[in-house]
């Protein structure tokens, strides 16, 4: 077995439980699910089994060290982050359902914007404005 590949691979358990050991679970900002900390957790365990086993050849050490590195980046990943903010919204042509049916365009300023079935997906400052001016809903 090689010293140096067993060196590397021991570094890499040692930083992945201490990221593991900083994580905190949750929905908030930042946390990881429960279920990502299970995986990441098992990648561990299964890094640990190759460090203690004295029949580990040089290709189990890479093949754990690959997918530890491969755990850890998943679990970086999983982070539960901010929900993408939408920059488009739906209009819906102010009347009554049977008038929307169709294809209907509307000339506001010096825009043509078309309409499916009353409806329209624009940015939202055009259908704030559109809302505003009494167009939209």
Do not use: C, W
Not at 5 to 34: C, D, F, P, Y
């Amino acid at each position: 077995m090689s010293e140096a590949k067993l060196k590397k691979l021991r570094e890499a358990t040692v930083s992945a439980t201490a990221l593991l050991g900083a994580a905190v679970i949750g929905e908030q900002l930042g946390n990881h699910s429960q279920e990502a900390v299970k995986i990441f957790n098992a990648a561990i365990e299964s890094s640990v089994s190759v460090l203690e086993d004295d029949a580990a050849s040089a290709k189990d050490i890479d093949t754990s060290l690959a997918a530890l590195k491969v755990a850890g980046e998943a679990f970086e990943d999983a982070k539960t982050s901010e929900p993408a903010i939408s920059m488009t919204k739906v209009v819906q042509l102010i009347g009554t359902d049977s008038q929307r049916t169709g294809f209907h365009s509307l000339h506001f300023s010096s825009l043509v914007i078309n309409f499916k079935d009353g409806a329209a997906e624009l940015s939202n400052e055009l259908a704030d404005k559109l809302i505003a001016e009494g167009y939209a809903e």
